[in-house]
C-alpha cells in the first residue's frame, strides 16, 4: 500500500499536476504564492512554477474571479482561489451572472474555462461568517459545474476534470476534510464529472451525501451495520452534472433513502434531489424521502452549538433506523 | 493636431463610412422598436459613435474590446455587420447570437470584441483578465474596456483599476461621460467633477478628459494609451465627454434634461464633426455623399434582411449552456 496523503496536500498535487502537463493553467488568489495558501493548498506551487504561473492578488475578490474569467475567455486556464466559500458572496455577480451565462448569451460565440476553488462548510469553530456549506448557493445557477470532493483521490481526479474542462467549475474543498488522509491517486488520474460513487453495497437504505457528509454516512453504515441494517452509501462527487441514475439504481434496490447535506435544510440541495427521486423513483420507494441536512440557522462559533446545528453520525443513524423499522 | 495630420483620407472615409452605418443602425433600432419588429428594451449609443470609432482606428484587429449594454457601436466597430445586429434585436436566426443575447449582450467573438454585459462593471475586470492573459501569453494584445460614467461608483470599476495599475497590464479604461447615470445626473451622485479622470490619481494614473465626439481626438488619445500599453508601462483612464441623442433607454424620453442641452450637444454630433474634417482635409462634396448613400444604403438592406430572415428555432433556447453545446445537467 502506497504511503497514505492528506486531502490538503491532494489539492496541491491536483493542480501541480495539471500546471505541469499544460503551460496554460494559472493561478490566481490571495497569499497562494509565496505562503502556499492559508490552508496551505497551494504549498510548493510557486516554487515549483514561480511568479508567471502563481499570482498573489489583493483582496479583491471581484478582481479575482473577474480577471480569471477574461483570462478565461482568452486563451488560458486560471484556477482562482477565493479564501473561504462565504467570501463567494464578495464575486457573486461572477459566479451567478458572468462564468455561467457568458457562453450562453453569445450563442456559444466564448467559452469560459475556469475553475473556481474554495474552502467550503463548517466544523473548525470559525464562526457564522467562515464557515457556511454554500454549494447550494451555487446549484440555483444554471450553468455551472460543481465538484465537491470527499477524499484525496477524488480531490485530484476531479481537479483534473474541471481544469480541463471547457465550462465554469465551482471546486469545493472541505476545511473540515484537509487533515484527513487517504490513498494517494494514481498517474493521470481523472474521475470524470457526473458519475457518483457507490463507496459501499447495502440492501436496506441507500444513503447519499457529498463532500463532508460522506465520512458521515460512512461512519453511519458502519453502525447500522451492528444493529443489522444494511446501507448503501453513495458519494455524489459532483451536483452539477447530478448522477441521478445512480442514485435511482440504488434506491430500486434498497427502496429507502437518506440523504445527508451539510448546507441549511432551506434551500439544500436535497431538496432537488429528493424531488426527483419522490418523482421518478416514486414506486419503488416504501419509505418517505428523508433528508437530513443543517438547520436553518447562521452557523454558530461554539462546538456544542455548531454539533446542534449541523448533521451528525448519531442523527443519520437514528433516522435511519426509524425509516426501517417503521 | 500634428498627429492628426498623418491621417490618410482612405482611413478618414471609412471611419465616415463607419460611423453613419452605425448611426443608421441605431435610428433603425428606434424606429423598428416603435413599429413592434423589437422587443425587451435597447440602450443606443447614437451620439456616442466617435469613442467607438475612434478607439477602434487605434487598435489592431486582434486586440479584445469589452463593451457595456450601451455597446451596439462598440460591436459594430470591431465587425460586427449591421445585419446580424439588427437581427440580434428581432430574435433572428442571423443574429449575432440567434436571439439568445439581444440588444444587451453583442458580441463579436471572431473580431475579440468579447461581449457587452448589462451588470454595470462586471466586465471591467474581464478586460483586465484579458489583458493579463496577453502577458502571459506574450501575445502583445490590448485590452480595452468602454464604461459609462455610472460604472465609476461601483466596487467593480476600483477594484478591477487597481490590479491593472498593481500588475501594469495592457488595459485602457475608456469612460463615455454622458452627463447622466440612468435618468440621474452623474454629478449629483459622484463626489469628484470628472468621474473617472479624477479617480486616476488614486491609482497613480494620469487624469485624462478629452473630447469624445471627435474621432481623431479619440484615436489619437487611444493610441498614446495603446503605446503605453504595449511597452509594457501599464493601463490608462480616457475619460471621452459625450452625450446621447436618445433617453437611457426605449421607454425614457429624457425629461430630466435641461432645455437646450441636447440642442447644444447636437451641434457637436460626432458625424458632423467628423464631416467637418473631411471637408477639411479637402475630399470633394460629392464624394461625400456617395459614402453617405453607400452607408444609408447597407443600413436599408439590413433592415429588409434582418426582416425577412426566419425567427430562431425554438431548440436554441436549448444549446449552448455547456461546452458540448448543450444544456443537460443530470443524467
Same mark, same amino acid.
Given at each position: 500500500?502506497?504511503?497514505?496523503?492528506?486531502?490538503?496536500?491532494?489539492?496541491?498535487?491536483?493542480?501541480?499536476?495539471?500546471?505541469?502537463?499544460?503551460?496554460?493553467?494559472?493561478?490566481?488568489? =490571495?497569499?497562494?504564492?509565496?505562503?502556499?495558501?492559508?490552508?496551505?493548498?497551494?504549498?510548493?506551487?510557486?516554487?515549483?512554477?514561480?511568479?508567471?504561473?502563481?499570482?498573489?492578488?489583493?483582496?479583491?475578490?471581484?478582481?479575482?474571479?473577474?480577471?480569471?474569467?477574461?483570462?478565461?475567455?482568452?486563451?488560458?486556464?486560471?484556477?482562482?482561489? !477565493?479564501?473561504?466559500?462565504?467570501?463567494?458572496?464578495?464575486?457573486?455577480?461572477?459566479?451567478?451572472?458572468?462564468?455561467?451565462?457568458?457562453?450562453?448569451?453569445?450563442?456559444?460565440?466564448?467559452?469560459?474555462?475556469?475553475?473556481?476553488?474554495?474552502?467550503?462548510?463548517?466544523?473548525?469553530?470559525?464562526?457564522?461568517?467562515?464557515?457556511?456549506?454554500?454549494?447550494?448557493?451555487?446549484?440555483?445557477?444554471?450553468?455551472?459545474?460543481?465538484?465537491?470532493?470527499?477524499?484525496?483521490?477524488?480531490?485530484?481526479?476531479?481537479?483534473?476534470?474541471?481544469?480541463?474542462?471547457?465550462?465554469?467549475?465551482?471546486? $469545493?474543498?472541505?476545511?473540515?476534510?484537509?487533515?484527513?488522509?487517504?490513498?494517494?491517486?494514481?498517474?493521470?488520474?481523472?474521475?470524470? $464529472?457526473?458519475?457518483?460513487?457507490?463507496?459501499?453495497?447495502?440492501?436496506? !437504505?441507500?444513503?447519499?451525501?457529498?463532500?463532508?457528509?460522506?465520512?458521515?454516512?460512512? =461512519?453511519?453504515?458502519?453502525?447500522?451495520?451492528?444493529?443489522? !441494517?444494511?446501507?448503501?452509501?453513495?458519494?455524489?462527487?459532483?451536483?452539477?452534472?447530478?448522477?441521478?441514475?445512480?442514485?435511482?439504481?440504488?434506491?430500486?434496490?434498497?427502496?429507502?433513502?437518506?440523504?445527508?447535506?451539510?448546507?441549511?435544510?432551506?434551500?439544500?440541495?436535497?431538496?432537488? @434531489?429528493?424531488?426527483?427521486?419522490?418523482?421518478?423513483?416514486?414506486?419503488?420507494?416504501?419509505?418517505?424521502?428523508?433528508?437530513?441536512?443543517?438547520?436553518?440557522?447562521?452557523?454558530?462559533?461554539?462546538?456544542? @452549538? =455548531?454539533? =446542534?446545528?449541523?448533521?451528525?453520525?448519531?442523527?443519520?443513524?437514528?433516522?435511519?433506523?426509524?425509516?426501517?423499522?417503521? | 493636431?500634428?498627429?492628426?495630420?498623418?491621417?490618410?483620407?482612405?482611413?478618414?472615409?471609412?471611419?465616415?463610412?463607419?460611423? %453613419?452605418?452605425?448611426?443608421?443602425?441605431?435610428?433603425?433600432?428606434?424606429? %423598428?422598436?416603435?413599429?413592434?419588429?423589437?422587443? &425587451?428594451?435597447?440602450?443606443?449609443?447614437?451620439?456616442?459613435?466617435?469613442?467607438?470609432?475612434?478607439?477602434?482606428?487605434?487598435?489592431?484587429?486582434?486586440?479584445?474590446?469589452?463593451?457595456?449594454?450601451?455597446?451596439?457601436?462598440?460591436?459594430?466597430?470591431?465587425?460586427?455587420?449591421?445585419?446580424?445586429?439588427?437581427?440580434?434585436?428581432?430574435?433572428?436566426?442571423?443574429?449575432?447570437?440567434?436571439?439568445?443575447?439581444?440588444?444587451?449582450?453583442?458580441?463579436?467573438?471572431?473580431?475579440?470584441?468579447?461581449?457587452?454585459?448589462?451588470?454595470?462593471?462586471?466586465?471591467?475586470?474581464?478586460?483586465?483578465?484579458?489583458?493579463?492573459?496577453?502577458?502571459?501569453?506574450?501575445?502583445?494584445?490590448?485590452?480595452?474596456?468602454?464604461?459609462?460614467?455610472?460604472?465609476?461608483?461601483?466596487?467593480?470599476?476600483?477594484?478591477?483599476?487597481? %490590479?491593472?495599475?498593481?500588475?501594469?497590464?495592457?488595459?485602457?479604461?475608456?469612460?463615455?461621460?454622458?452627463?447622466?447615470?440612468?435618468?440621474?445626473?452623474?454629478?449629483?451622485?459622484?463626489?469628484?467633477?470628472?468621474?473617472?479622470?479624477?479617480?486616476?490619481?488614486?491609482?497613480?494614473?494620469?487624469?485624462?478628459?478629452?473630447?469624445?465626439?471627435?474621432?481623431?481626438?479619440?484615436?489619437?488619445?487611444?493610441?498614446?494609451?495603446?503605446?503605453?500599453?504595449?511597452?509594457?508601462?501599464?493601463?490608462?483612464?480616457?475619460?471621452?465627454?459625450?452625450?446621447?441623442?436618445?433617453?437611457?433607454?426605449?421607454?425614457?424620453?429624457?425629461?430630466?434634461?435641461?432645455?437646450?442641452?441636447?440642442?447644444?450637444?447636437?451641434?457637436?454630433?460626432?458625424?458632423?464633426?467628423?464631416?467637418?474634417?473631411?471637408?477639411?482635409?479637402?475630399?470633394?462634396?460629392?464624394?461625400?455623399?456617395?459614402?453617405?448613400?453607400?452607408?444609408?444604403?447597407?443600413?436599408?438592406?439590413?433592415?429588409?434582411?434582418?426582416?425577412?430572415?426566419?425567427?430562431?428555432?425554438?431548440?436554441?433556447?436549448?444549446?449552448?449552456?455547456?461546452?458540448?453545446? &448543450?444544456?443537460?445537467?443530470?443524467?
Amino acid at each position: 500500500m502506497a504511503e497514505l496523503i492528506t486531502y490538503r496536500d491532494a489539492v496541491s498535487e491536483g493542480i501541480a499536476r495539471e500546471m505541469r502537463r499544460d503551460p496554460s493553467v494559472v493561478c490566481i488568489g =490571495e497569499d497562494i504564492g509565496a505562503a502556499g495558501g492559508v490552508f496551505k493548498t497551494s504549498q510548493g506551487l510557486y516554487d515549483e512554477f514561480g511568479p508567471t504561473r502563481v499570482w498573489d492578488t489583493p483582496i479583491s475578490e471581484q478582481a479575482i474571479v473577474g480577471a480569471a474569467m477574461g483570462a478565461a475567455m482568452s486563451g488560458v486556464r486560471p484556477v482562482a482561489e !477565493i479564501m473561504f466559500s462565504d467570501f463567494l458572496a464578495c464575486c457573486w455577480d461572477f459566479i451567478a451572472n458572468e462564468m455561467p451565462k457568458v457562453r450562453y448569451m453569445t450563442g456559444g460565440q466564448v467559452k469560459v474555462p475556469l475553475v473556481v476553488r474554495t474552502a467550503n462548510g463548517g466544523g473548525l469553530g470559525f464562526g457564522a461568517q467562515h464557515s457556511q456549506a454554500v454549494e447550494n448557493w451555487a446549484l440555483t445557477v444554471p450553468g455551472l459545474v460543481i465538484a465537491a470532493p470527499s477524499t484525496p483521490a477524488d480531490v485530484v481526479g476531479l481537479m483534473a476534470s474541471a481544469i480541463r474542462s471547457d465550462d465554469p467549475v465551482l471546486f $469545493f474543498e472541505h476545511k473540515a476534510l484537509f487533515a484527513t488522509k487517504g490513498e494517494p491517486a494514481p498517474e493521470g488520474h481523472v474521475v470524470p $464529472f457526473g458519475q457518483a460513487n457507490v463507496v459501499r453495497a447495502g440492501s436496506d !437504505i441507500t444513503l447519499v451525501g457529498l463532500a463532508w457528509s460522506m465520512p458521515v454516512i460512512v =461512519e453511519a453504515a458502519e453502525q447500522l451495520a451492528s444493529l443489522g !441494517i444494511s446501507s448503501e452509501v453513495i458519494d455524489l462527487r459532483t451536483l452539477v452534472p447530478l448522477d441521478v441514475a445512480t442514485v435511482l439504481a440504488s434506491v430500486a434496490k434498497t427502496s429507502r433513502i437518506l440523504i445527508v447535506e451539510e448546507n441549511p435544510f432551506q434551500g439544500g440541495w436535497g431538496g432537488t @434531489l429528493a424531488s426527483i427521486v419522490a418523482d421518478e423513483g416514486f414506486y419503488d420507494l416504501d419509505a418517505p424521502v428523508k433528508r437530513l441536512a443543517a438547520a436553518s440557522v447562521p452557523l454558530p462559533f461554539a462546538t456544542h @452549538l =455548531e454539533d =446542534e446545528v449541523l448533521p451528525s453520525v448519531a442523527k443519520a443513524v437514528a433516522i435511519a433506523v426509524a425509516m426501517v423499522n417503521d | 493636431m500634428t498627429e492628426t495630420a498623418t491621417v490618410a483620407t482612405d482611413d478618414l472615409k471609412a471611419w465616415y463610412e463607419q460611423i %453613419l452605418v452605425i448611426r443608421g443602425t441605431e435610428k433603425a433600432a428606434f424606429d %423598428l422598436f416603435m413599429s413592434g419588429f423589437v422587443k &425587451g428594451t435597447t440602450h443606443l449609443a447614437a451620439g456616442h459613435e466617435a469613442v467607438a470609432v475612434g478607439t477602434s482606428a487605434a487598435l489592431n484587429k486582434d486586440d479584445f474590446v469589452w463593451a457595456t449594454y450601451r455597446g451596439h457601436h462598440h460591436a459594430m466597430a470591431r465587425g460586427l455587420s449591421s445585419e446580424a445586429c439588427l437581427a440580434e434585436l428581432m430574435s433572428k436566426r442571423t443574429g449575432s447570437s440567434q436571439g439568445k443575447g439581444g440588444s444587451m449582450h453583442l458580441t463579436y467573438a471572431q473580431g475579440n470584441m468579447m461581449g457587452s454585459y448589462a451588470i454595470i462593471g462586471s466586465h471591467l475586470p474581464m478586460a483586465v483578465g484579458s489583458a493579463w492573459s496577453s502577458v502571459l501569453r506574450q501575445s502583445g494584445q490590448v485590452s480595452v474596456a468602454f464604461f459609462g460614467d455610472g460604472a465609476t461608483n461601483i466596487g467593480a470599476f476600483h477594484e478591477a483599476i487597481n %490590479l491593472a495599475a498593481v500588475w501594469k497590464l495592457p488595459v485602457i479604461f475608456v469612460c463615455e461621460n454622458n452627463l447622466y447615470m440612468e435618468y440621474t445626473p452623474i454629478s449629483a451622485v459622484t463626489a469628484v467633477e470628472h468621474p473617472a479622470a479624477d479617480r486616476a490619481a488614486a491609482y497613480s494614473l494620469p487624469r485624462i478628459v478629452i473630447d469624445g465626439n471627435d474621432v481623431l481626438t479619440v484615436r489619437d488619445e487611444v493610441a498614446r494609451a495603446v503605446a503605453k500599453a504595449r511597452t509594457g508601462e501599464g493601463p490608462s483612464i480616457i475619460e471621452c465627454m459625450t452625450y446621447r441623442h436618445y433617453g437611457h433607454s426605449r421607454t425614457d424620453p429624457a425629461k430630466y434634461r435641461p432645455e437646450g442641452e441636447l440642442e447644444q450637444w447636437l451641434m457637436r454630433d460626432p458625424v458632423k464633426v467628423l464631416r467637418g474634417h473631411l471637408v477639411e482635409w479637402g475630399i470633394p462634396e460629392g464624394e461625400i455623399e456617395q459614402i453617405e448613400a453607400n452607408a444609408q444604403r447597407i443600413v436599408t438592406d439590413a433592415i429588409e434582411a434582418a426582416k425577412n430572415a426566419p425567427l430562431s428555432d425554438p431548440s436554441e433556447a436549448f444549446t449552448d449552456v455547456w461546452a458540448d453545446g &448543450g444544456s443537460q445537467w443530470r443524467n
